[in-house]
């Protein structure tokens, strides 16, 4: 007829266009793209992947303008001098997990564009002055998991871009004073020595711009006063795994400007209040998994805007009355609160719901020093008296509602590919639950894309497809309790020769695209109905009114004629759908 005619012409010429489109990008790069035998390359993404290959050597004749070349999980074992000296459009090398024991001097010497090089995961044990020299624009490098046991003076004076450095998980034992000189730019640096036992102030004195420091598993016993002098734009510190760490010194953190701070895994028995008060911009403070068993009175009030204070893991058996003084907006983490046995929260606005049933549980066994803890964030018991409450008094006030999905009919939902599905899900509780859906695979739905959770609580299932078919799961929870709801979809896939008719791939208007999917051998059924539709499309934008579905239902003759789709026997499509989009 002539709308299959018309769409097959339209259907060559666009895949005819397309074909000889990729026929010469791909000749064109080839001729450019001489790949050695043992990688991979993309001509696209100008990537050169020659992991897992079993290379105990850089491969010669990488294509000169590859962008990134991943030479991860070989078994090269050195570089030598000027190795990628070709490679000056490269912009990522990645060399972790080879046995890289020696790189030699000026190896990356040419590559002048390169942004992130990856050297983790080998056996460095030492990096000679000059390895890095050529690499301007340099920004992220990552020697982590090596056997690194010094930096030299003068290491990195070629990297003046560099943004971020991880040598985590070395065993570095000295750390010479003019190591860092150079990184005039760098923000983050991540080390980690077990045999040091004293911070390496010389060397970080040269670390002017640095705002993020992680030292990892130091031998230190104490930190020494001005341990972290010239850091001013340090704004967030992370001691961890540091066992034998008992003390601060009174000024250890002196001329440093924190608004995070964490000293966890370490040896402290007490918050080091004195090493801590001038730090007046502290948001965050983590002093988890220490020996701590006292918060004190009156100490923390300099921290004007300490906003979140963890003690996950420590052995904690009083808090002391105003031990949060002048901290308005503070939450705090405890854990193991079991042991607790005197609690100063008085002076705290406490919000007087059911997240505060642990205080209920413990209370027999607690002092909480007289000044009882008031009701303030909580509407309906503003400025009751934490302590007046009988015993029969305080379920009632704490209303613990846990979070309830109200209707809880499970949702079954069976559909053909394409069409769109709403679960719901409502749920009450107080604290007011939030709501959120798991996929089949039990991963988190986000609230974008073509499956998503709407925020009234509802998920949508746009275009369905058959893989979307399986159990989800809407998950209400809040403090007191969670509440779960399967709902479970099915999608049919149109049979296979609805999905791949042989003569029409579409048929483009210049305002809109008619996308018409049918069975072979059903022509003459096909035709007409799609001259109906054609003819309704026209009609209806005439008409400035669009439908934008047709669902046509068919009934085929053997189907027909078979039994009533029992178990066995499985019913073909008795229906499509035309859409103009
Ligand atoms: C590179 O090749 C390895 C196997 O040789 C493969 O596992 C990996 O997925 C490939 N990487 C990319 C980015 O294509
Ligand atoms: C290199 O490939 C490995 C696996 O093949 C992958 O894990 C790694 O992320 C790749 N590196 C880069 C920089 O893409
Ligand atoms: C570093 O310290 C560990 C113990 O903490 C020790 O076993 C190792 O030999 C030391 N390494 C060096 C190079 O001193
Ligand atoms: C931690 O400190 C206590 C005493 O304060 C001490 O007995 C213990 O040995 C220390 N732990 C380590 C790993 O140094
Ligand atoms: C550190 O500084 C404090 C306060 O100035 C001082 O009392 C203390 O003795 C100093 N500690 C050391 C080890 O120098
Ligand atoms: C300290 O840091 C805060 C914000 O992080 C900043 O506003 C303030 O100016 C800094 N103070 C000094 C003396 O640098
Ligand atoms: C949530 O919103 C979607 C789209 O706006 C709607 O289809 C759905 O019915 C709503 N759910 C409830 C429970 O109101
Ligand atoms: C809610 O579910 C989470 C994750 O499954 C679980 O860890 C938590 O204990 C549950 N809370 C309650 C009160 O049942």
Known sequence: SFASAK????????WGALYLLAAGVSLTSETRWPCPQPCRCNTVLLEANCSHRQLITVPDGLPKDAKLLNLTNNKIKALAQQQFQLLTHILHLDLSDNDLVLIEVEAFLGLQNLLTLHLARNHLKFIPVGAFAGLPKLKILDISSNDILVFLDFTFRDLPALQFLTAADNDVVFISSQAF????SLQELHLDGCNLTAVPTEALTQLGGLRSLYLYRLGLTTLL????RHLERLKELVISDCPWLETLSGRSLFGLNLTSLTIQHANLSAVPYIPLHHLVYLVFLDLSFNPITYIHGNQLGDLLRLRELHLVGGSLLRIEIGAFRGLLYLSVAFQSVGTLRNLGLDNNPLACDCRLLWLVQIRPNLDLGGNSPICTASVHFHGLNFLDLGEDELPGVLTCRPARILTMKRQEVRVDQGHTVVFHCNAEGDPVPSVYWLNPQLKPVSSTGRIWALSNGSLEIRFAQPQDSGTYHCVASNAAGNSSLPASLQVRAFPKSFRHP???KGWFFPSGTLLIAVTIGLMSFFS??????????????SKGQIKHTATIAYVPRRAMSSSKGGAGNHTETSRFTMKLI
């Open 7 to 14: 769409i097959a012409v339209h259907g060559w010429l666009c």
């Open 181 to 184: 000189s150079g990184l005039a």
């Open 225 to 228: 006063n001005y341990s972290f």
């Open 502 to 504: 042989s003569h029409l």
């Open 528 to 541: 007409s109905v799609s001259v109906c539709f054609i003819f309704m499309f026209f009609w209806s934008k």
